[in-house]
């Protein structure tokens, strides 16, 4: 099992104050959802320093081809069979990731629950994910936008937490790191659901136009409508007087990053899981309508729910957003919410057609503003395929570490998964040798 060119085992990092991890794991909690059980140690990578995913030719194939890669071309030609650089950029960012929620108070009865646990500075060194070449600049937060009724405040703190730490903005600021990339990259990394309020902003499943500042924009360049998911929406634009929305944060972090930056290569790249790849999609969206001179503008993510309508998904395209979602077929996340249109269906038709619904069904749906689009390009795995995590669960089947695994071990749609390639190849070459 060639495992050796994708992953190699670093020692892991330890302070007096943060806890021995295992890989992909975070400490136990309610709410956990990095835990894993990695019982075959062939299946289990260690956080990877930057650099070390590389040999000498494919660092200058990344350099000389970075757009490439960040999906000018819609990763034309890199997805089946997936290719090897690729894959490491895929699992890179999975660790920007995977650091959030590292990074984060999980514990309803800590006194800093629902933040970062770990000073802005030390962020990615005390989550143990390895040398990144990355500083991260900008702390992020995410508001429930429910108005919550005046009893809840009797309750426990854990249960009207209305601001949360959701993720960071990081910039790479090492030498050989940017030589490596070809350019100056900015990582926005966000984390899925964790409180109670996210939980029921995710519940909150119709679709909704988006605010007037960006859909006058929006309007104006493609002449349509977009609508996203109400409780995902709420995340991004909901503030408090204490608190900035996380979509203000986002604009004034980037406005001050384009500034610094704005005159070398630069690529800005959103990842997220689950509810954080919902707000990477939105994020993305925003940057792209907000900033004229916004550079590359990349979205990586992981379990991702369904974020917005067919015309949201054509302001996407239209704007130059790239977007590779990583999908787990047994993940139950990926197929929620609403319904999804036939992708056959033009932008400008005025029929929308609802797969597998007789019409008089379809008319329901659309009113009830429940049909939605997938947007991007989509790396389609299975956890079936993998035979250490065909067993798994529901809930395994979601968890990050699961997605940064099916990655690691996918080969192709004819050779699903690494453990299965030598017997595949076996047998083609026994029938070949029959047919001689």
Known sequence: MRLAAIAITVKPCTSPNTPKLTQYSVPTTAINPLKLNTEN??????????????????????????????????????????????????????????????????????????????????????????????????????????????????????????????????????????????????????????????????????????????????????????MVESGFLSLYTSGTAACPSLQNMVREEIGRVLEMYGDEPLSLTITGHSLGAALATLAAHDINSTFSNAPMVTVISFGGPRVGNQSFRCQLERSGTKILRIVNSDDLITKVPGFVIDHNDMADKQAVNVAGLPSWVQKRVVDSQLVYADVGQELRLSSKECPHLSKGGVATCHELSTYLQLVNGFVSSNCPFRATARRVLSKHRQEKLATL
Not at 159 to 186: M, P
């Open 41 to 226: 140690p062939e299946f289990s990578w260690t956080p990877l320093k930057h650099g070390s995913l590389f040999t000498h030719s494919s660092s200058a194939k990344l350099a000389r081809n970075w757009m490439e890669y960040q999906g000018m071309n819609n990763w034309d030609g890199l997805l089946d069979p997936l290719d090897d650089t690729l894959r490491s950029e895929i699992l890179r960012y999975g660790q920007f990731v995977e650091a959030a929620y590292r990074s984060f108070d999980f514990d309803p009865s800590s006194p800093t629950f629902a933040t970062s646990k770990f000073p802005k500075n030390s962020l990615l060194t005390r989550s143990c994910i390895g040398e990144t070449g990355y500083k991260p600049t900008k702390n992020l937060r995410a508001t429930c936008g429910i108005q919550l009724p005046r009893w809840i405040d009797r309750g426990p703190s854990w249960l009207s937490t209305q601001s949360s730490w959701i993720g960071y903005v990081a910039v790479c600021q090492d030498k050989e790191e940017i030589a490596r990339l070809g350019r100056r990259d900015v990582v926005i990394a966000f984390r899925g659901t964790a409180t109670c309020l996210e939980w029921l902003e995710n519940l909150r499943a119709t679709l909704t136009s988006l605010p007037d500042d960006v859909a006058n924009v929006c309007l104006k360049r493609s002449g349509c409508g977009a």
